[in-house]
């Protein structure tokens, strides 16, 4: 099982262009997350998705767009990059028992010029 | 709101108890977790606990919950280098997740 897989692990874009982060998860979860990470920020919740079919603003949507493409994939979409959006993201996936733990996929790192 | 709040750094000697603290602001959370980051890597979860627990141990790990206080600690014993990382707490609350922003582990010689 390669559990949350995220690409790309690298990109440099400039301001304004698009792209789109990719996770895949292959645990069967209902639950998907997009977060950022900045130094001394900690973790910042971008976006959820709580099951198939739903999503829902975190603590950072502003400047973002997501995907529940199916119960396997959730994608983040950067429409106009801007500088302020050079940070590491990370997705994560998580089940309904057992803690509901968070699984982390291994980051995008992201820089905007 | 939700939010998580810990110190950012904490020293301790190789072989004393490290305790990380940490406090809440949402007394509906359901889980409480600390994760763990090594450079350059992503979130390893090391231990997790439900509201209605006080305690648990895991090895090296200890959880305390206070409800009342909301407050969560994580003790980890015999600190060894290995251990040099920042830890994350982080709460439940529905299907948030909400982490705070890390105490970085510095381990003495």
């Known amino acids: 099982n390669a559990g949350v897989t995220q690409t790309p692990k690298f990109q440099v874009l400039k301001t304004g262009q698009s792209m789109t982060l990719q996770c895949a998860q292959d645990?069967?979860?209902?639950?998907m997350y997009w977060y950022r990470q900045d130094p001394g920020m900690g973790l910042r919740l971008i976006y959820y998705?709580?099951?198939?079919?739903?999503?829902d603003k975190g603590e950072v949507p502003n400047g973002y767009n997501v995907s529940r493409l199916n119960k396997r994939e959730f994608s983040l979409r950067l429409e106009s990059a801007a500088p302020s959006q050079t940070s590491v993201y990370f997705c994560?996936?998580?089940?309904?028992?057992?803690?509901?733990?968070?699984?982390f996929g291994s980051g995008t790192q992201l820089s905007v010029l | 709101g939700e939010d998580v709040e810990q110190s950012l750094f904490l020293s301790v000697r190789e072989g004393d108890s490290s305790v990380i603290n940490c406090t809440y602001t949402?007394?509906?959370?359901?889980?409480l977790y600390w994760y763990k980051q090594e450079p350059g890597a992503g979130l390893q979860l090391l231990t997790y606990?439900?509201?209605?627990?006080d305690m648990k141990q895991d090895q090296r790990l200890t959880v305390l919950l206070n409800k009342k206080d909301k407050h969560l600690s994580l003790r980890i014993a015999d600190t060894q280098t290995g251990d040099s990382a920042i830890y994350f707490c982080?709460?439940?609350?529905?299907?948030?997740?909400?982490f705070g922003k890390g105490t970085r582990l510095h381990i003495l010689p």
């Open positions: 994560a996936s998580s089940a309904r028992q057992g803690g509901e733990k968070l699984f």
């Open positions: 645990m069967n979860h209902n639950s």
């Open positions: 998705s709580a099951s198939e079919g739903t999503t």
């Open positions: 949402d007394s509906s959370s359901t889980y």
């Open positions: 606990i439900f509201s209605n627990m």
């Open positions: 982080a709460e439940r609350v529905g299907d948030k997740i909400i």
